[in-house]
């Protein structure tokens, strides 16, 4: 048996700057279980596509009673693949991501599509979908309802250093076009 999760979200932003906030996500106030992000591969296809595959640590703190069942050398981090696609033509960011350690006791598969919104160029949706498995002989059940109600909290802390990073984003933009215009830091606050 599969628990599966799935949500839609309208980020209040264009799908140019979503896509450079999820490039430059980490680090953030959020995702201090995320201990690195390197990029593996990356291509441009004919077909005008960005192509790349990240690998990501993050740490994994068990639930206490399962403390009790794993043996305590049992790693505390997680190997994360992370494929995406970015088409400009559709304006998508598509990514898949999964868990290459511990699959056994539990697999994690995503992926989420980030879509300019139709007839509304101003909006950004997200439709995101996890799967969650263990294989664990009489304990499935309730490890994958832990791994449901993580996965939730953590998809919420995914958002805030999103929405973190586009602030950050946006930030910049606004000091950038006030440079071209003439205005400086230190004249908006007189």
């Not at 909006?123 to 664990?136: D, N």
Request: glycine share 4%; charged share 25%; with cysteine.
């Amino acid at each position: 048996m599969v628990k599966y999760f799935s949500n839609d979200v309208d980020i209040r932003t264009t799908w140019d700057l979503v896509v450079s906030a999820f490039w430059q996500r980490y680090p953030n106030p959020f995702s201090g279980h995320v201990l690195t992000e390197d990029v593996v591969f990356r291509e441009v296809t004919a077909d005008q596509r960005l192509l790349s595959r990240r690998l990501l640590t993050k740490t994994n703190r068990m639930p206490r009673w399962a403390e009790f069942l794993f043996p305590a050398n049992l790693s505390r981090s997680v190997y994360i693949v992370e494929d995406s696609i970015v088409n400009l033509v559709t304006k998508s960011l598509t990514t898949y991501t999964w868990n290459l350690n511990h699959t056994t006791l539990m697999s994690v598969k995503e992926r989420c599509v980030f879509q300019e919104s139709e007839g509304r160029p101003s909006l950004t949706r997200l439709r995101r979908e996890a799967w969650i498995s263990s294989g664990v002989y009489g304990f499935s059940r309730p490890i994958q309802e832990f791994g449901l109600a993580r996965f939730k909290s953590n998809q919420v802390k995914a958002m805030k250093g999103l929405e973190f990073a586009l602030s950050n984003l946006q930030g910049l933009r606004l000091t950038v076009a006030e440079r071209r215009h003439g205005v400086s830091p230190a004249s908006k606050t007189q």
